[in-house]
């Protein structure tokens, strides 16, 4: 299907319809695109204007109540999305609900409808050059040996090269009892993305530092456990660690860098829901236009791509809105260059941590 390497990133998040109900006298919002998939494909698509935003790839299950205005807003960002009718079924709907200290409750509403390798047999999404998988280690092992075998079924389509393995492990197993676990998953993928608290939960170490920051040296200690037990077949993989408001940290052997967040203030961040999905899927994009395998320079690179996507992420409910004007596009009308320009700037004076 399609030209040969027309894919640069591939999430097998789902997408989810939300429901969100605030703190009053704030109203509730209803029929807002979210889920890890949705906020994934974001951050990638932030990077790729059109043509290159065909290159973007998600899969989205559309139930027979899917509103006709969700599919504008996907048909906008002109995507390689596949949209899938399932009209025997509801499509995956969530119901969030912010509380105090960003505290958020989260329950389905509807039967969720899991995304795997089966998704992508028959589909150009099978040859993109980089997967996000979110979910638990043993899961992990099994989606990238069955992705892998399924283009083994079809050497002479795909491109010769491995395509890069980015994993988002899933919060509720995050435990003790999975590190083992999380260690074999580990040299199956090339990147390794937990958020501080899932990172200590492996450990049953609690990241968070005494004064309103995380634990920067307890973070840096458990990354070193991840790395010395080796990432990726060659154990030249990384650990990228987001922490938030902190940033993040960025780890392969021999070398660890922090970076700042975006934003700075607290107030510029409105919903901090799929902001680590935004930032993945900035990262993989960064990676992969870097070229292949990631040098520090392109994991550098791929940090700061990502951290520009979850800034976009994180301003509002919902997705960004994106806009053209002459000069190409904006979200929240805002170049993406020129954010970027100015990320980088403030990066030249950052000390570490």
Avoid at 31 to 39: K, L, T
Avoid at 69 to 95: N, V
Avoid at 229 to 242: H, K, L, P, S, Y
């Amino acid at each position: 299907m399609g030209e040969e390497g027309g894919i640069d990133f591939c999430t097998l998040g789902m997408f989810i319809i939300d429901e969100i109900e605030f703190p009053p006298p704030i109203p509730p919002v209803t029929n807002i695109i979210g889920g890890a998939g949705s906020y994934s494909a974001l951050g990638a698509r932030i990077f790729s204007p059109p043509p290159k935003s065909r290159a973007v790839g998600w899969i989205v299950d559309c139930g027979s109540d899917f509103p006709s205005e969700l599919r504008q807003s996907i048909a906008q960002w002109d995507t390689g999305c596949l949209l899938r009718e399932t009209p025997r079924r509801l499509t995956t709907r969530g119901w969030n609900s912010y509380g105090e200290n960003e505290h958020r409750a989260f329950r389905y509403t509807t039967p969720k409808l899991r995304l795997d390798h089966h998704a992508l047999a028959n589909t150009q999404l099978l040859w993109s050059k980089s997967f996000h998988l979110i979910c638990h280690p043993l899961r992990c092992i099994d989606l990238v040996e069955n992705i892998m075998a399924l283009r083994d079924q079809f050497p002479h389509v795909g491109s010769e090269n491995r395509p890069l393995f980015i994993w988002e492990p899933v919060p509720d197993l995050c435990t003790v009892e999975e590190l083992t676990n999380c260690f074999k998953a580990l040299k199956y993928v090339d990147v390794v993305s937990p958020n501080h608290s899932e990172l200590g939960a492996f450990f049953g170490e609690d990241t968070n530092g005494q004064n309103g920051h995380v634990d920067y040296r307890l973070i840096e200690k458990l990354c070193g456990q991840l790395l010395q037990n080796g990432i990726g077949a060659n154990g030249q993989g990384c650990v990228v660690v987001r922490a938030a408001k902190d940033g993040c940290l960025v780890a392969r052997q021999g070398f660890q860098k922090w970076m700042p967040a975006y934003h700075q203030s607290p107030e510029k961040v409105i919903d901090p829901t799929g902001g680590g999905n935004g930032f993945l899927g900035g990262l993989a994009i960064g990676l992969v236009r870097g070229g292949s395998p990631p040098s520090i320079n392109n994991l550098v690179q791929g940090a700061i791509w990502g951290s520009i996507s979850a800034s976009f992420a994180i301003e509002q409910v919902g997705m960004p809105v994106l806009s053209h004007i002459p000069q190409g596009e904006t979200w929240n009308n805002v170049r993406v260059e020129d954010r970027l320009w100015d990320f980088k700037q403030r990066l030249e004076k950052y000390v570490q941590p």
